[in-house]
């Protein structure tokens, strides 16, 4: 039975933390939700992973909707999200709906768009169309030279303060998850406890409703420095398949994130 944001919703609800993983193929699509992920991301991450860029900028609409349908046929079981790319949604609500759409039609159970509250009416008007969205705060990295960097975001007590208000502005527009990245582990938990959707962290602490990481990331294949809130799960396994695994149960059992990968 394919798992819905209903399903999700009703998990967080009983305290019982659900997986993300990105995902940009079929194979994968299969690899990870017969290992039990719930939640197959098509992120835009393909862009530094799968393309080699050093951000995910140059991703167009039509690579998310290449890889959008390449995950779909490849997954039966999982709920499939899909990043909406630079300057696909930002102009107008109704460029964000056109394009959407799009990526909806090719597979996608969600689409993902980053920002604060100036992305409250863009949310209202797509799931009031019948487009589920999850909202993303905290480091957005389609913003990465705006912040001047892949930094830590939300450690005054101004930004902290606009990060949940944020969170709450974009809950009450209609989103029916939302990412935190790179965010102080207590924050992310004040955020958490604050909202009734379910929250998704990287590098935001154990305290959110899910984890995501790259799936690249997870597997021990990334170039340069290791981020701080990365594990590599495939040191001691002995498969793709037990990496995974051993992803989902630190996950669930709270194991992971622990202290060394917070902020």
Do not use: W
């Not at 409250?120 to 169309?129: E, G, P, V, W």
């Not at 944020?166 to 582990?185: N, R, S, T, W």
């Amino acid at each position: 039975m394919r798992i819905t944001q209903t399903t999700l919703q009703k998990m967080a609800e009983s305290h019982e933390r659900f997986t993300v993983l990105t995902c940009y193929d079929a194979i994968f699509a299969m690899v990870l939700e017969n290992a039990g992920v719930e939640v197959l991301l098509v992120g835009d991450s393909l862009g530094n992973v799968l393309q080699g860029k050093s951000t995910t900028l140059a991703v167009t609409l039509d690579d998310m909707v290449y890889h959008t349908r390449c995950v779909a046929q490849g997954s039966s079981k999982a709920f499939i999200m899909a990043d909406m790319p630079f300057g696909s949604y930002q102009i107008s609500p109704e460029q964000a709906f056109e394009n959407a759409a799009k990526i909806m039609a090719s597979g996608a159970h969600m689409v993902k768009i980053e920002g604060g509250q100036i992305m409250a009416d863009t949310i209202r008007f797509l799931t009031q169309r019948g487009i589920p969205v999850c909202a993303h705060i905290g480091l957005t990295p389609q913003s990465i030279h705006q912040l001047g960097g892949y930094k830590l975001q939300g450690n005054s007590q101004q930004s902290a303060q606009q990060l949940l208000e944020d969170a709450q502005i974009l809950e009450k527009a209609g989103a029916g998850l939302l990412v935190m990245e790179v965010v102080p582990a207590t924050l992310a938990s004040k955020i958490t406890e604050s909202l009734s959707i379910p929250t998704i962290g990287i590098g935001a602490g154990p305290h959110c409703s899910a984890q995501v990481l790259v799936l690249h990331d997870m597997l021990g294949l990334y170039s340069g420095k290791k981020p701080r809130f990365v594990k590599d799960f495939m040191s001691g396994a002995d498969s793709i398949q037990a990496a995974v695994s051993s992803y989902i149960a630190a996950v669930k059992t709270g194991q992971f994130p622990g202290q060394e990968h917070e902020f």
